[in-house]
């Protein structure tokens, strides 16, 4: 058996992290001959749907059970539309979770057990999304725009760019990314658009613009850069486990409490909502990014697992 246990480090004598969707590692376990893979969670950090990104992580992973010290009610929900069993409550030494587990002293939860974004304000500190630039002349020189802000969003990009907020990102310059209105933050110099791989390798990264960029700038624009590369690599192993289990994660609209107020064709970068009445999901055009899961306010939309044509 596959089972998942959210962790405070990568090894079996960590410690059960308390949190599900911003826990610092996964740990995935088969229980007959305990190896294990060890996973930096990739979401600790997002500004919202932290919660469903690991759940669809975990269902990817093909996990058939979680251990978890809590789970929210997105995460929740897509375990349940996954058939993945959820433990909560869990604490102490990993490897005793796993032990207790095996002898039978768990049982499943019957719901969430706290609030949407649950652990948001303990994430670990360091530059993230929501961090200020700095002030100067980077705006213009580097502007990758990665921008995740603006409205609804997760604050400003650099060079003025305005990322995954509401619209996907209106940004000012050249270099288009993903997205609505122009993509993830538009920018001069460094942008490179999201979901497609640089032709370039670091060497070929800019080591500063002009004469202008102190070593503080050019550090936190490399650190932009490096976070927008590492989502380009989400997004490819996304798909690359979509193609080899013939399933992916797509939004689906509950018709008993949506509303047809529009707010999830408005968030949606993918452009795969239309609102008649009630909003209305197209499966292919959908890339389960969750952003409208977590933006609408009657918490009518889940991710489920479909078949897909390779």
Not at 42 to 55: D, E, H, M, T
Not at 159 to 173: E, P, T, V
Not at 273 to 300: H, K
């Amino acid at each position: 058996m596959k089972i998942a246990v959210t962790s405070t480090g990568p090894s079996l004598d960590d410690n059960v992290e308390a949190r599900f969707g911003r826990c610092p590692y996964f740990l995935i376990i088969d229980t007959e001959t305990m190896q294990y893979e060890a996973i930096e969670n990739p979401n600790i950090a997002l500004g919202g749907g932290a919660g469903i990104q690991s759940a669809q992580l975990m269902s990817e992973k093909g996990v058939t059970t979680v251990l978890t010290g809590n789970c929210g009610p997105n995460a929740f929900n897509v375990f349940g539309q996954a058939g993945i069993q959820v433990i909560i409550g869990v604490s102490g030494v990993v490897r005793n979770a796993i032990e207790q587990f095996k002898a039978g002293a768990f049982s499943s939860a019957s719901g969430p057990s706290v609030a949407s974004h649950f652990g948001m304000n303990a994430a670990p500190a360091g530059p993230t999304p929501t961090e200020q630039p700095p002030t100067g002349s980077l705006g213009q020189g580097s502007a990758m725009a990665l921008g995740m802000g603006g409205g609804r969003g997760m604050g400003r990009g650099i060079g003025g760019g305005r990322g995954m907020g509401k619209g996907m990102g209106r940004g000012g310059g050249m270099g288009r990314g993903m997205g609505r209105g122009g993509g993830m933050g538009r920018g001069m110099g460094m942008g490179t658009p999201m979901g497609v791989p640089s032709t370039g390798s670091p060497a070929d990264f800019p080591q500063g613009v002009g004469a202008e960029m102190n070593p503080e700038q050019e550090l936190f624009a490399l650190k932009q850069q490096a976070e927008l590369l590492e989502k380009q690599k989400q997004q490819l192993n996304r798909r690359i486990t979509q193609l080899e289990s013939g399933r992916k994660a797509v939004a689906v609209v509950d018709s008993g409490k949506c509303a047809g107020c529009g707010i999830c064709a408005d968030v949606c970068p993918a452009g795969a909502i239309e609102v008649n009445e009630q909003a209305v999901v197209n499966d292919e055009a959908c890339t389960g990014c969750a952003v409208c899961v977590s933006e609408c306010p009657n918490e009518a939309i889940i991710l489920a697992q479909k078949k897909i044509s390779k």
